[in-house]
């Protein structure tokens, strides 16, 4: 029988290496030892995430490393969570609407800070590339989101930035929904301007910036 | 080593409405047709005051030609990937090759032609293989089957190599007075050393060489890539023997004494 410490550290490992099909296998094998899918996830598939971050931010790790480490982490997910207790499954996470407005397709920038949120623990909900105004606000009404992460790498885009801003205004939802933006053209001034909460530099700095802006409502979720 | 020069280039090309109507031209129609094409690339010359005319103010041509699904888009937006149509690496493969009398490429060469009847410089700028890839295949996808088959990928990258070089040839067949060569996804920053390395050896390096032995027009390499060939042995810079007639094409190193031009040479 192997310890859990062990298979911990490997799956946090698998990930970090980029083994995909190394960390399946170390996830069931985690679960047939009967160790609980909630540490499996935190202490070994996040762990290996939040590494991997790490590893980025030193520039050890590059884009495409830090996808594949995503997909490894993906790939055990999809073999534990399906035996989190009913309660985990259920338990109230931060929603968070993110996308790349209409326009743009570069969407890499967008997939790294979803992979880290939702290392971090928000429920992210993904529309893509080339999204549409509406369809940010739509979702984050529908989902009951706190939060809405605008991506873009064009200057002819970011104005779609604004507008989704503006929208959010016009359907009484500011005050709920806080906006984050990121991308090459744009910055602190520009989330100012347009009347965005916060501008994230970086995938990881995107997480400490989600947090901050949510703290009141993280805390309650977890009072 | 994730340093890269900065871009000033992405939004460079951008045809605002104004222009297009100035030009006669709708867009994005004026995408599939060759001589709205042509009167863009002289009305965006004249605007920006640039000596030659560029084309094909998108980064989506090549991947249309593979088979890729793309939207033109509008004057705001222009061309983009809609959807991967290959669900893995190895599906790249089984799309056919480029036919450069048919579609969009079909007509951005024509255009070509007609600049250069007019006596218009042109250059034309073409995508490296990794933006081209990313608008045929999801870049996660392409990453986890390059991970685990090399060999792939650079039977993938070979293959590019082949349709780039046609592309390449047809174009100075139309007249171009100059190429341009930038990989935006193929970059260090996203690849990493080891996978650029790949890039470079099995894609990069060839196709360069090609162009060098058998084209006589002046290839314009994106700092990116020139930066990162330099940074990874394989390639260097030397002072340009006698100033090129390409003016803006020539590449400035950022790292050359002001007013000096160096040129990359491979390695």
Known sequence: MSDKQTLLRQMSDGVVNMEDTQVVELSKTYLREGHPALDGILGGLVDGMNRAGALYEQEDYFVSELLLCSDA??????????????????AEKIKAVIGVVEGDTHDIGKNLVKIMMEAAGFEMHDLGRDVPVEAFVAKAKEVGASLICLSTLMTTTMANMGRVVALLERENLRENVRVIIGGAPVSTAFAKKIGADAYAETAVAAVGVAKRLTAARLERAHA | MREEPACGHLDAARIDEDLAAACGCALPDAHRDAAALARLAVGLRRQNQARFCSLPFCCTVEAEALGGAITLGDATAGPRALHPVCASLREILSLPRINFA?????????????????????????????????????????????RRDECLMREVLGRLTDELCAYALAAAQAGVAALSYADPVGVMSILGAPRFECLADAHILPLLRQLEGGLDIPVHVCPKTAHALVATGRGFWRESAAPRRTGDICFKSRRAAAGATKELALA
């Open chain 1, 73 to 90: 982490m993906y790939a055990g997910l999809g073999e534990l969570q399906p035996h989190l207790p009913e309660s985990e499954r259920n």
């Open chain 2, 102 to 146: 048919e579609g969009r490429i079909a007509e951005v060469l024509h255009a070509c032609a007609l600049l250069d009847a007019q006596g218009e410089k042109v250059a034309l700028e073409i995508c490296g293989p990794i933006t081209i890839l990313a608008g045929l295949i999801d870049l996660t996808v392409l990453f986890r089957d390059w």
